[in-house]
């Protein structure tokens, strides 16, 4: 499994920016995309995350109402809209892919995106997002 990440950059507090989360070698039948940050020196915070079982979608607090994860599957790209970006989104971002076949329905959540170690096993490079004040 593969996973390339596009779209980072330089933006303004209040801008806007997607993230592309591009993957290939999948043969799942059903998969989770996760969306994560880190910032040097500190734990990677997961941010958002996607089911295809049943097209679930999962925020955390600090970005629920704006970022949207949605999924093309056409392209076998996850996208990361971000809105109203601040500068504490600041952060180096990594999507993660994970086959739901041995977890089944529900596996988006605080706990699945806590627990990334356990839970998500193929990781992009990253890309970079500023954000300007």
């Known amino acids: 499994v593969q996973l390339v990440e596009s779209g980072g950059g330089l933006v303004q507090a209040g801008g806007s920016l997607r993230l592309s989360c591009a993957w290939s070698?999948?043969?799942?039948?059903?998969?989770?995309i996760g969306w994560f940050r880190q910032v040097p020196g500190k734990e990677r915070e997961g941010v958002s995350c996607?089911?295809?079982?049943?097209?679930?979608?999962y925020y955390s607090d600090s970005v629920k109402g704006r970022f949207t994860i949605s999924s093309d599957n056409a392209k076998n790209t996850v996208y990361l809209q971000m809105n109203s970006l601040k500068p504490e989104d600041t952060a180096v971002y990594f999507c993660?892919?994970?086959?739901?076949?041995?977890?089944?329905?529900?596996?988006?959540?605080?706990?699945?995106?806590?627990?990334?170690?356990?839970?998500?096993?193929?990781w992009g490079q990253g890309t970079q997002v500023t954000v300007g004040s």
């Open positions: 993660a892919a994970e086959d739901l076949t041995p977890h089944g329905h529900g596996f988006c959540g605080d706990r699945t995106l806590e627990q990334y170690r356990h839970y998500f096993s193929s």
């Open positions: 070698g999948f043969t799942f039948d059903d998969y989770a």
């Open positions: 996607f089911s295809s079982d049943d097209g679930a979608t």
